[in-house]
C-alpha cells in the first residue's frame, strides 16, 4: 500500500492530514519519495525524517525514517530512494503518528547552522508491506 502525504512545518513537526490507517503488527514501512519546497534557494543542506510510527531501538535511537543531503544550490529537494530502508511499525494508527524534520546547513565559516521555517511543503510518500519471515 502506498500513502501520499503533504504537509507544512511548524518548528520542526511537519503537520500532515494523516488519514485514519490501522496498521496489523509486523508491518513495515519504506519512505518511496520525498520532495521539500523551500521558501528560498539553500545549498549544503543535511537531515533526517524522524517519525513515532517506527520503532525506537539500540540501532535507530533518533527513530530516522530518511536521510537527505544535497550540496547544490536549489529551492527544493526531491529524491526517490533506489533502495528502500525498512522499518518495522510501533505505531499501529497512522493518525496519532507524529512526523518530525531535522536539518542544517553549513559553509566555510560555519560549520553546522541549524535552519528555522525554511520548508513551505513536504511531500511524502510512504510504502506499507508485511514483514518478510
Known amino acids: 500500500m502506498l500513502i ?6 511548524t518548528d520542526d513537526v511537519i503537520n500532515f492530514d494523516l488519514p485514519q490507517v490501522y496498521f496489523k503488527q509486523g508491518q513495515i514501512v519504506s519512505v518511496r519519495e520525498i520532495m521539500l519546497d523551500y521558501r528560498q534557494s539553500i545549498q549544503n543542506l543535511h537531515g533526517f525524517i524522524s517519525s513515532s510510527l517506527v520503532d525506537k531501538s539500540p540501532c535507530n535511537p533518533k527513530q530516522q525514517i530518511f536521510n537527505f543531503h544535497q550540496t547544490w544550490v ?11 530502508l525498512h522499518y518495522k511499525i510501533q505505531c499501529l494508527d497512522l493518525n496519532s503518528s507524529v512526523f ?3 536539518f542544517f ?3 566555510k565559516n560555519i560549520k553546522r547552522k541549524i535552519v528555522k521555517n ?3 511543503r513536504v511531500y511524502l510518500t510512504l510504502e506499507i508491506t508485511n514483514a518478510r519471515l
Not at 501520499?4 to 512545518?9: I, N, P
Not at 536549489?74 to 528502500?84: D, E, I, K, V
Request: charged share 10%.
Open 105 to 107: 546547513t553549513w559553509t
Open 100 to 102: 518530525k524534520i531535522h
Open 118 to 120: 525554511l520548508i513551505e
Open 4 to 9: 501520499h502525504l503533504e504537509g507544512t512545518v
Open 74 to 84: 536549489s529551492n527544493f529537494t526531491q529524491f526517490t530512494p533506489t533502495h528502500l
